[in-house]
């Protein structure tokens, strides 16, 4: 069984910023692509931000300068650090991972339960 666990979200002020955190636990041998994606009401779920296992990064225009995703694959962690945050940001973030179980030979997507963010004017 493998489990994401999301954790950091919350109301912050525009301009304010916050630090998401997820964690991939479980039966799991190894991990490729990690990332975070949104999906704010009435639209669809977009990527944020994603990392590979070797450390290389791609955002989503909307977000380029103002956040920063950074892994640690000792600790099966990935992290999503959101500054200057805009009103526009506010939406629920789903911390997702590209997984290979002890007891499988491919890599599936694994999704967390997603945590709020809302940024107030």
């Known amino acids: 069984q493998v489990q994401l666990v999301e954790s950091g979200g919350g109301l912050v002020q525009a301009g304010g910023s916050l630090r998401l955190s997820c964690l991939a636990s479980g039966s799991i041998l190894s991990i490729s692509t990690m990332g975070w994606y949104r999906q704010a009401p009435g639209k669809q779920r977009e990527s944020v931000a994603i990392v590979t296992s070797g450390g290389t990064t791609s955002y989503t225009d909307s977000v380029k300068g103002r956040f920063t995703i950074s892994r640690d694959n000792a600790k099966n962690t990935v992290n999503l650090e959101m500054n200057s945050l805009k009103l526009e940001d506010t939406a629920v973030y789903y911390c997702?991972?590209?997984?290979?179980?002890?007891?499988?030979?491919?890599?599936?997507?694994?999704w967390g339960q997603g945590t709020q963010v809302t940024v107030s004017s």
């Open positions: 997702n991972a590209q997984i290979r179980p002890w007891n499988r030979n491919i890599y599936s997507y694994y």
